[in-house]
């Protein structure tokens, strides 16, 4: 599959908003019937290029005249050095379609607990305007860190939302009140969320912050968990005819499983429903990013993957065949 087949949605830039110093809103019009679900992210192709990109559609279903794209720039980011410093109002660029599971309609519940870091606020944002105006009797509390208050992003929208939206804001750096100094801890959640074991806690942010985080609300007796997971990050242990997978899981729970050895890592993954993301599957998205810590295996495609991160073993899991036992981390 190439790019223009996996990303056959075009859409027009309309206007572009600056969130913050180093955050940018794209607002596209889209002029065929595109249908996502509050949270869901898109693959946008970068450019002519054959390369694509997972962002989140900022925008929530029915209430926006446009689908907005939320994205950092980040230093030699190509994607976002793209879509923040090079589109223009006017241009056009290309989805695909909707894509990922991390979505309160998917995962329904009469009490949430979302947690954002950084840009993680984008499906969260999303979730929460669809709950306010489609599930109004939904309990949602919100805690967002940041690095300082100029980094909120959605500021006013967050705002606007309380009291229905419990909100708490965690600023590393000069945190105004009534925001809380700092980042989340188990303190904290403790503190403001009293009664967590009974919310669905979804969460959306750098992987150190979640692999925290996670532990941390499933401590507190949290028992639906759920990640927004454009890469994989999945640990257990699978064996079977000479080939040994060794996948350590976030929760450090080994399991055992058998699958055929000329299989990809990725199928062997989606067997033993460990969580990744795959859309393309033909080495071209970059969602199932894997690092394999030891052992040989080939790959047939690289596509997205810094000299960087394959010189500390990341892999496609679609394009990485194993050539016996390997290790991921
Ligand atoms: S699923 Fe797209 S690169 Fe593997």
New binding site residues.
Partial sequence: MNTTTLCPWRMQVHHITQETPDVWTLALIDHDFYRWQAGQFALVRIGNSDEVRAYTLSSTPGQSRFITLTIRYIEQGKGSGWLTRQVKPGDYVWLSDPQGSFSCEQHPASHYLLLAAGCGITPVMSMARWLHSHRPETDVHLIYSVRSPRDVIFAAELQALRPWLKLTIIAEQRPEAPMLAGRLSVEILARQVPDIAQRTVMMCGPQPYMDRAESDVRALGAVQVLREQFTAAAPVEVEDNGVRYHLSSASQQLKSAAFPASWSL?AAMEQHKLPVE???????????KTRVVSGDYQTS?T?GLTEEEIAAGYV????CQPAGDIELA
């Fill in positions: 990725l795959a859309v393309c599957r033909a080495g071209v998205c970059g969602c199932c495609s596509v496609l899991a679609c394009s």
